[in-house]
């Protein structure tokens, strides 16, 4: 049977198995170097297959639990992969496995693994409560059949050499699927509550569950909230979010319920939160923001808040060594402890501060380590937006040389000045185009962008998609830009197409897209806007991008504008930079000897569209034509001076 397409967009952590793919991944890289002081860790466990909880007592006993490696009996399960229901191979190889303090791993016992294609889920978090272990084990969704396997998407205690199911999560889920979506149950977070009961973070429900084990009682806290995305979500009926998937839950010491949100598909870096939950109400707050898939939640004998960042994310998959242990802090104040790390999914401390990590939560089998990390709680964290990270890098000033000309943000104008002359423009008279609102992006001559806006009420009158375009024509006007030649976006188009001068130009830099949807929505187009700071990349031939010279013809960097059709995009731009006292252009390529767009382009003897002059763009009907081709005496360029 074939599923929908909802299926892919992953309601679950184990998701992670398939976006990855990572058999290939067998090293646990810079996260097993061979020592024990500050920050670097040493292993003390290995061979694991898919670790993916670890339980630290205060006296240093640990327990780990594992995905297995599926097994040789046979059962219908979903494929992520294909989104179809598969055979899938299924034995009991999910292992808990006991290390006391001589290192000696103990298998404890073992529990059921689904290999479904690529995707293998098993056990996922362990607690104690009263003294009996208990754990969550595997994962079950409607499509493959009303009933789910023994002991999976359940809360199994665990015993010596067996386990017995307590409580079944997805029996509520299939009666009532609190969020309306997919019918799915996934029980993955898990802590002893201070009230006698567990706690579970569903990540395939999106809810906070509430079990009592010797009831099998289980009753739903909360239930979370999409989180915005870039990208349409069919299994949440189009919406522009990603599925929360809560992956930890824990206690702060006033009793206070925390939960870590992964959130799923696309994995936008700072799309992650922890939020706080009233046990009561199941009213769901905020905590801290601008985190990026998180895996795991404790709290630390210090009483702080510890969190798993599994990784980064982007379109080309996951970046190596990119996960981390961070401190959480209100709002976004987050700290990073640890980085570097290969796939971390869990930790635990013991009473003495010192981190235990399972890494290589994904990957070949046999390559899952724990990793400790001595006085964890005491290492000095650097803010999350400074720490290193591969994909969204930020580079410290080199220091300015006296004769060395400066190409920094300080020398073009602010965020509210852009913003108060790209509302003007676009307000005014003689655009052409559909007269829809625009963004607008300012980079200096490395390539950073220093500016985002956009003209409207608020962030949404504009087509969403023209955040990032504005910022990419910003980055090639400058990049194909000399202190002697001026070429704009649309001076582009022709010379990038099949025979033409530049032909594969447009594959040349390409956006980095964890620069593009990194940090929270609610700050795009603001002072704070998460681009800020950062080198988006990519190169578009449509108008709308130009550079910027001030008037002593110093070449400072350049201006993006998006959000109608190409050639007003342009028309907004010139005048906009003409506002800005930045046109003061050298000599370009157009007739005038500037960088205006070039309208040329026509059918030879054969019927192909040609450029005459080689740097000529389509027209776009709607009025530009004449108003582009006056720009050059309507919003003349400023004069050089000597």
Request: aromatic share 6%; net charge negative; charged share 15%.
């Amino acid at each position: 049977m074939k599923m929908s397409s909802v299926w892919m967009w992953n309601r679950r952590i184990v998701i992670l198995a398939l976006v990855l793919s990572l058999s290939a991944v067998a090293l646990v890289g810079a996260a097993v170097a061979q020592e024990t002081t500050g920050d670097t860790g040493v292993v003390v466990a290995d061979g694991f297959n898919g670790p993916q909880g670890i339980l630290v007592t205060r006296n240093g006993n640990i327990w780990v639990i594992d995905s297995g490696v599926g097994g040789i009996n046979e059962a219908s399960a979903v494929d992520p992969n294909t989104g179809e229901v598969v055979t899938a191979k299924v034995g009991n190889t999910a292992r808990v496995i006991q290390i006391p303090g001589n290192g000696q791993q103990t298998e404890i016992a073992k529990l059921p693994s689904v290999v479904a294609g690529t995707d293998t889920t098993g056990g996922a978090r362990l607690a104690i409560l009263n003294g009996a272990l208990y754990a969550t084990s595997g994962v079950w969704v409607a499509a493959a059949s009303e009933e789910a396997l023994p002991n999976t998407a359940a809360i199994l205690e665990v015993r010596q050499g067996d386990v017995k199911e307590v409580a079944r999560t997805w029996t509520g889920e299939k009666a009532n699927n609190p969020d309306g979506f997919v019918v799915e149950s996934h029980p993955y977070g898990l802590a002893a509550g201070p009230d006698g009961l567990l706690y579970v973070a569903d990540a395939g429900a999106n809810t906070l569950l509430r079990v009592n084990p010797t009831s099998g009682e289980v009753s739903v806290v909360a239930v979370f909230d999409g989180v915005p995305s870039p990208l349409p979500n069919p299994g949440r009926g189009g919406a522009l979010e990603s599925d929360p998937v809560p992956t930890g839950v824990t206690f702060g010491a006033d009793g206070t319920i925390y939960v870590s949100l992964l959130p799923g598909f696309p994995f936008l870096p700072g799309a992650a939160k922890v939020v706080t939950v009233d046990p009561d109400s199941g009213e769901v707050s905020d905590y801290a923001t601008g985190l990026t898939m998180l895996t795991d939640l404790r709290t630390g004998p210090d009483g702080e808040l510890y969190a798993v960042q599994f990784g980064v994310f982007t379109d080309q998959g996951p970046v190596p060594d990119s996960g981390a242990i961070v401190r959480i802090r209100a709002g976004e104040a987050s700290e990073v402890l640890v980085d570097g790390l290969s796939f971390p999914t869990s930790i635990g401390f013991d009473e003495n501060g010192n981190g235990f990590v399972t890494v290589n939560g994904v990957g070949a089998p046999g390559t899952g380590a724990v990793v400790r990390y001595n006085d964890l709680t005491d290492v000095v964290g650097e803010p999350i937006g400074e720490a290193a990270a591969p994909t969204t890098p930020t580079e410290a000033a080199p220091a300015e040389e006296e004769d060395e000309p400066e190409n920094g943000c300080a020398n073009l104008p602010d965020h509210a000045s852009l913003t108060e002359v790209l509302a003007a423009v676009v307000e005014g008279a003689d655009n052409g185009g559909f007269g829809f609102h625009m963004w607008g992006t300012l980079v200096d001559r490395d390539g950073v962008v220093c500016a985002v806006t956009f003209s409207g009420a608020d962030r949404g009158d504009q087509w969403p998609g023209s955040r990032v375009i504005s910022a990419q024509k910003a980055n090639t006007a400058n990049a194909f830009s000399l202190p002697g030649l001026a070429l704009s976006t649309g001076n582009l188009y022709s010379a990038v197409q099949p025979g033409g001068s530049l032909f594969g130009l447009q594959e040349s830099n390409p956006v980095d897209t964890s620069v593009a949807y990194f940090g929270q929505a609610k700050n795009f187009g603001t002072e704070n806007d998460p681009m800020t700071g950062l080198r988006l990349g990519g190169v578009n031939v449509f108008g709308g991008g130009l550079a910027l010279y001030d008037t002593d013809g110093a070449l400072l960097g350049g201006l993006g504008v998006s959000g109608d059709s190409s050639c007003t995009d342009h028309i907004i731009a010139w005048k906009v930079r003409d506002a800005l006292a930045l046109d003061n252009v050298p000599g370009g390529v157009s007739p005038t000897g500037d960088d205006n767009i070039v309208f040329d382009m026509a059918a030879d003897a054969t019927g192909k569209i040609l450029s005459a002059s080689g740097w000529g763009q389509p027209t776009c009907g709607l009025g530009e034509v004449e108003i582009a081709a006056g720009l050059p005496e309507s919003f003349p360029i400023g004069a050089i001076s000597d």
